[in-house]
């Protein structure tokens, strides 16, 4: 309890420092939630450079706008969920964010048990960049942000029932791929 | 999550989730780089912004003050017309005075010929208004007394204008007799034979019916003797008197056989007798000539302090032995940190800028005549500059004696650049990203000065600021952004290369407003131009500009004793 005060006073200091502009504690906030911030912006972003480019672009955000902090959640949520907003931005300025006309017939795969533990981090987020804009988007917001799909809706100006099939179908379209890459399966037998 | 969202929310979503929740991956050491780049531009984007609001607000008191100019011009012009008119009307009051004599006596020879329709001129100001006592007359009713100095008068002139000269002596001896409640002021009209000049005299007096009545008549020269030097005439203040002083008449309506005329225009000079000026005249007397103010200024000061620029000699590099008078040590550095050094320093008096500063002072004033003003009072000021530095010196030392090499604290390009460091060598390094350095001056100033001031309308008052201050440098702190290079704090007791005690001159310009009689409000800006350079003379390398501070004054004034109607 007590380390958590100490925890929480430091941040509350280096939220103070990053309001008065101290570009020393900026550098250190920085250094405490980039990588996290850079595997967000990896999951949404195709490349590592645009993810670099949000990654920038939030934390600026973030250190114009760290007066607003109302201290009513984690720093890291609230510093998540500009990162994540400038990432949509980002996305959507690219255009990006079109619907896809995905030509190919999806297998409607049955739910199996994913052991993804298999995979390395660098797999599981090809697999994810490999997703169509929209579909990543929305599985990202869904299945790792926690956000349902009526926020999903209104943060990307879709419907509640647009997002819903569009997670359907990134979801089919990820299982299609976990099930080339057979290693569920493989596990699932090995399992068995 | 709704039922359909938890019905999607599988293995799958559970696993991913697991796996990204607290994964990490390194941006490359160039992203902070480029988002401190978009913070300094943010910042400057800022500073740009402030300095354009503090350039309208500059050229907002430039047009407010040439509105203030005109007004002033305006006002001084007024002045000057009155003044000239009132000379004009007194020349031209004497011209008609001789014109009247005749005038006069052709009415009286008129009225002796017929007693009809006497048409009545501005004899009507040169009757008496009241003569000798008579007998009885205190016991009479008002009407009774007129008719008693009518008859009093048309024993003067001709029995036979006697009903229309009653008629006018009953408007003078009304308005006198309006005076019984304590009235101020009394007009008294007197005449000589011998001049037949008009004297006019307010007193101020509360004197009863009969003591007026019963007053003689001095002769004119004496009644002109007897104005007080206070004395406004209503012909100065009315217009239409003074018309009707310059032409020797009265209106045309007045010409007319309106018997109420007379009484209408002594009542009307009673009446701006007691004006609004007066009365604020009564109370300038009434207030103190002291007054006590306080005052707030955001400024921007420039600090104007240069340091020399290093230059490489070719001597030094191709190590010739240079003639001629030997040049002072400089300290051994490599190449790399000469270069860095003249960097630094171009970039010091590139980004050095002038930075938000402000002031507050506590002032009593002393007023010396109608528009002027001695001030003096207290002073706190805090002056800020900035710079923005990439460069950190390290300066090192040799001790011969125990031949070790100690460091002393990194410092930004400024400190090194002052006569007072010499080093040994000197090593100056490049930081990856710009930092900030403040540079902060607290002060105490004990200021003596003059105010000038002047009426732009009932409530509203210009002025004009000029004086001299001594300026106590109370504290200097140097102060850095980044942790690598500590603060520096020359208190006023310590060795300090900044002037302890500056003289500067202050110039303000500005509007007020009256609040109340004792209280006002004033706003302008204002100039402080040092007279010395901050840094002292045997210090400074370059040669030193002197600082100034270019702002926005406020302040509250309050008249002392002053009843505060």
């Known amino acids: 309890m007590k380390l958590l005060s100490s925890n929480k006073s430091e941040e509350e200091k280096l939220i103070e420092g990053c309001i008065a502009g101290k570009r020393d504690m900026q550098r250190l906030l920085y250094d405490l939630y980039a990588k996290k911030m850079m595997m967000v912006c990896l999951r949404y972003a195709p490349t590592t450079f645009e993810a670099e480019d949000i990654v920038q672009e939030g934390f600026v955000k973030v250190f114009s706008n760290i007066q607003n902090f109302k201290r009513d959640c984690p720093l890291e949520y609230w510093i998540r969920k500009i990162i994540v907003n400038t990432a949509l931005k980002h996305l959507r300025q690219k255009s990006l964010l079109t619907v896809s006309h995905e030509s190919e017939e999806v297998e409607n795969l049955s739910s199996g048990d994913y052991n993804l533990n298999d995979y390395s981090m660098d797999e599981l987020l090809s697999i994810i960049q490999s997703l169509a804009p929209r579909y990543r988007m929305v599985f990202n917001l869904y299945a790792i942000e926690g956000y349902n799909h009526k926020e999903i809706g209104e943060m990307l100006d879709i419907s509640e029932g647009t997002s819903k099939s569009q997670y359907s179908r990134a979801r089919a379209i990820l299982q299609s791929i976990l099930a080339q890459q057979d290693k569920p399966y493989k596990e699932h037998v090995i399992n068995r | 999550m709704s039922s359909t969202d938890k019905k999607d929310y599988g293995e799958l979503e559970q696993s991913m989730w697991q796996r990204f929740q607290d994964a990490e991956a390194t941006p490359g050491p160039e992203v902070?780089?480029?988002?401190?780049?978009?913070?300094a531009m943010q910042e400057n984007a800022k500073y740009k912004k402030r300095v354009l609001f503090y350039r309208q607000l500059s050229a907002a008191c430039f047009i407010l003050f040439l509105l203030a100019g005109s007004a002033l011009v305006l006002h001084f012009k007024q002045d000057q017309e009155a003044a000239l008119l009132a000379t004009t009307t007194q020349q031209q009051n004497k011209t008609i005075a001789e014109p009247t004599e005749t005038g006069n006596a052709t009415i009286a020879d008129n009225s002796a010929s017929s007693s009809t329709s006497p048409k009545p001129g501005n004899y009507s100001l040169l009757e008496p208004a009241a003569n000798n006592s008579l007998p009885g007359y205190e016991t009479q009713e008002t009407p009774t007394i007129a008719q008693a100095q009518t008859q009093n008068y048309s024993?003067?002139?001709?029995?036979?204008?006697?009903?229309?000269?009653s008629e006018r002596s009953y408007a003078i001896a009304q308005s006198n007799y309006n005076a019984e409640n304590n009235t101020s002021a009394t007009i008294k009209a007197g005449t000589t034979e011998t001049t037949g000049l008009v004297a006019a005299t307010i007193v101020n007096e509360n004197k009863t019916e009969t003591e007026t009545q019963e007053r003689s008549y001095?002769?004119?020269?004496?009644?002109?003797?007897?104005?007080?030097?206070?004395?406004?005439?209503?012909?100065?203040?009315?217009?239409?008197?003074?018309?009707?002083?310059?032409?020797?008449?009265?209106?045309?309506?007045?010409?007319?056989?309106?018997?109420e005329a007379p009484h209408t225009q002594t009542g009307l000079a009673l009446a701006l007798n007691k004006t609004e000026e007066s009365d604020k005249k009564e109370a300038a007397v009434t207030a103190s000539r002291w007054n006590v103010g306080m005052g707030y200024g955001s400024t921007y000061f420039t600090q104007n302090i240069n340091i020399p620029g290093y230059t490489v000699t070719p001597q030094q590099i191709l190590k010739v032995p240079s003639f001629g008078?030997?040049?002072?040590?400089?300290?051994?550095?490599?190449?790399?940190?000469?270069?860095?050094?003249?960097?630094?320093?171009?970039?010091?008096?590139?980004n050095t800028q002038a930075a938000m500063s402000f002031n507050v002072d506590a002032k009593a004033g002393f007023r010396i005549g109608k528009r002027l003003k001695m001030l003096t009072g207290l002073g706190y000021s805090q002056n800020s500059s900035k710079t923005r530095s990439s460069y950190i010196v390290e300066q090192f030392l040799f001790n011969p004696r125990t031949n070790e090499r100690s460091k002393l604290k990194p410092t930004t390009v400024?400190?090194?650049?002052?006569?007072?460091?010499?080093?040994?060598?000197?090593s100056v390094v490049k930081t990856k990203q710009p930092f900030d350095v403040d540079y902060s001056y607290q002060m105490l100033s004990v200021p003596l000065g003059m105010q000038v001031e002047g009426n732009l309308g009932q409530k509203w008052y210009w002025y004009a600021t000029g004086s001299m201050a001594v300026n106590f440098l109370m504290q200097t702190t140097i102060k850095s952004s980044v942790p690598e290079i500590e603060s520096v704090t020359y208190s006023a007791t310590d060795d300090s290369p900044f002037r302890k005690v500056q003289f500067s001159g202050n110039l303000g310009m500005g509007v007020g407003k009256r609040i109340s009689n004792a209280v006002t409000v004033s706003v302008g800006p204002e100039y402080?131009?040092?007279?010395?350079?901050m840094l002292t003379d045997d210090k400074a390398v370059a040669t030193q500009g002197r600082p100034y501070t270019l702002g926005l004054n406020m302040g509250v004034n309050y008249i002392l004793g002053h009843d505060g109607k």
Do not use: C
Request: hydrophobic share 30%; glycine share 2%; net charge negative.
């Open chain 2, 155 to 165: 024993r003067d002139l001709n029995e036979t204008n006697a009903a229309p000269r």
């Open chain 2, 414 to 426: 400024f400190l090194p650049s002052l006569d007072t460091f010499t080093t040994d060598s000197v």
């Open chain 2, 218 to 259: 001095m002769p004119a020269g004496q009644a002109i003797a007897n104005v007080p030097a206070d004395y406004t005439s209503p012909a100065t203040i009315n217009p239409l008197l003074r018309r009707n002083a310059v032409l020797g008449t009265t209106t045309p309506e007045s010409k007319s056989d309106d018997p």
């Open chain 2, 32 to 39: 902070w780089s480029r988002i401190d780049h978009a913070l």
């Open chain 2, 325 to 350: 008078p030997p040049e002072p040590p400089k300290p051994s550095m490599s190449v790399e940190s000469e270069e860095n050094m003249r960097d630094a320093r171009i970039e010091f008096k590139e």
């Open chain 2, 528 to 533: 402080r131009s040092f007279f010395n350079s």
